[in-house]
């Protein structure tokens, strides 16, 4: 049976068609998902982002373990600093891409991962340890709640006791948000939409008096909650990777387009040999876009053609609200990844896309 974040009632209330999404049930949409990824392109959207899991690495050796676990290098990490990265197995394919805090009070680190692969990550984490740390699972005991979008930080400082309208990208503060008394109270300048915005980390006892009152403080400045639907054609606009669709462990960084997050002169890490050697011989494989003519959508699994020879697959693909056209991300061979036009095949029906980078919206 699926789980259910703490905000599961409000979601209902507001009429939300609820679907399973890695594991837990979670708003599809409320209104519509055109109007909620508008919403946040030109206002604000909240979205509820219970279902991420959230791990706290501890102890003497947590520097040391959490810089064998991820690819990028954590050790340039200030307290309250954070990065995104990948775990990679020893065959460099990609366990989960994530983001790593150090802790605010230098306690630590915590380790942001998927739903789906929360409990599989736990356990490969466990299993990669270096001595003197440990590993608490804290993912049932937060609430995660994203405001995103140009008006964000216009709802959400004035709720704010510390200052957080001058955070930077990537960067947190502890405050208490809307008055409320809780352990744990983290606004961070981190989000997944393309847009400005923050992340609050919460006690999951106190999710929904902090939802009310995000929503409260945005009505009049058109704030919509949001669900997986805009959530995931938001993404896809900003050229932001997804795990499952863009990525697996079948999957490496560089030819996932996440190269960059992969710190090889830090030294040894899970995944760092074979790292290396494609590195050098370069990826079986690179992301790029696709923006489609006409109407035509692509979608997860759809063969990529170049001159009627299949030369990969689309990982993600919709229709971008802002741009009035379908997109998609593909991997793909090498050599088709310099052409300017490819193919896809639509369940037998071949629509021509212009072949561009990834990311189609910049804010």
């Known amino acids: 049976m699926a789980q259910r974040t703490a905000l599961f009632d409000r979601h209902v209330a507001l009429g939300a068609r609820m679907v399973e999404f890695g594991g837990y049930?979670?708003?599809?949409?409320?209104?519509?998902?055109?109007?909620?990824?508008?919403?946040?392109?030109?206002?604000?959207?909240?979205?509820?982002?219970?279902?991420?899991?959230?791990?706290?690495?501890?102890?003497?050796?947590?520097?040391?373990?959490?810089?064998?676990?991820?690819?990028?290098?954590?050790?340039?990490?200030?307290?309250?600093?954070?990065?995104?990265?990948?775990?990679?197995?020893?065959?460099?394919?990609?366990?989960?891409?994530?983001?790593?805090?150090?802790?605010?009070?230098?306690?630590?680190?915590?380790?942001?991962?998927?739903?789906?692969?929360?409990?599989?990550?736990?356990?490969?984490?466990?299993?990669?340890?270096?001595?003197?740390?440990?590993?608490?699972?804290?993912?049932?005991?937060?609430?995660?709640?994203?405001?995103?979008?140009?008006?964000?930080?216009?709802?959400?400082?004035p709720l704010c006791e510390a200052e957080v309208a001058s955070l930077r990208p990537f960067h947190s503060t502890g405050s208490r948000v809307a008055g409320i008394d809780s352990d744990t109270s983290v606004v961070s300048r981190t989000g997944y939409t393309g847009e400005d915005g923050v992340e609050i980390y919460i006690d999951a006892t106190h999710a929904g008096e902090l939802w009310d009152a995000l929503l409260d403080a945005g009505r009049d400045l058109g704030l919509l909650p949001a669900g997986l639907g805009a959530r995931d054609t938001l993404r896809l606009e900003a050229g932001l990777r997804?795990?499952?669709?863009?990525?697996?462990?079948?999957?490496?960084?560089?030819?996932?387009?996440?190269?960059?997050?992969?710190?090889?002169?830090?030294?040894?890490?899970?995944?760092?040999?074979?790292?290396?050697?494609?590195?050098?011989?370069?990826?079986?494989?690179?992301?790029?876009?696709?923006?489609?003519?006409g109407r035509s959508i692509a979608r997860h699994g759809q063969p990529v053609l170049d001159a009627g020879r299949q030369v990969g697959e689309v990982s993600s693909g919709s229709y971008s609200f802002t741009l009035g056209s379908g997109i998609a991300t593909a991997l793909v061979e090498p050599d088709a990844a310099g052409r300017e036009r490819l193919d896809v095949d639509i369940r037998g029906t071949v629509a021509s896309a212009a072949v561009v980078p990834p990311a189609f919206y910049k804010r």
Request: proline share 4%; net charge negative; hydrophobic share 40%.
């Open 25 to 157: 049930e979670m708003p599809l949409q409320y209104g519509g998902i055109r109007d909620e990824h508008l919403a946040v392109r030109g206002r604000a959207g909240v979205f509820d982002i219970s279902h991420m899991g959230e791990v706290l690495i501890t102890g003497p050796g947590a520097e040391a373990s959490v810089q064998r676990l991820v690819a990028n290098d954590v050790s340039r990490l200030a307290p309250g600093a954070a990065l995104y990265g990948v775990m990679c197995t020893e065959e460099g394919g990609i366990v989960d891409d994530v983001i790593v805090y150090r802790e605010l009070r230098d306690r630590g680190f915590m380790v942001v991962v998927n739903a789906g692969t929360r409990h599989k990550d736990v356990a490969w984490m466990r299993d990669h340890l270096g001595p003197d740390t440990e590993l608490a699972d804290l993912s049932d005991e937060l609430a995660l709640i994203a405001v995103q979008g140009p008006r964000a930080l216009d709802i959400v400082a």
């Open 242 to 293: 997804l795990y499952g669709q863009d990525m697996d462990e079948t999957v490496d960084p560089f030819s996932a387009g996440l190269g960059w997050t992969v710190k090889l002169a830090k030294g040894d890490f899970c995944g760092s040999d074979a790292l290396r050697r494609i590195a050098e011989q370069g990826p079986p494989r690179r992301t790029v876009g696709l923006r489609l003519e």
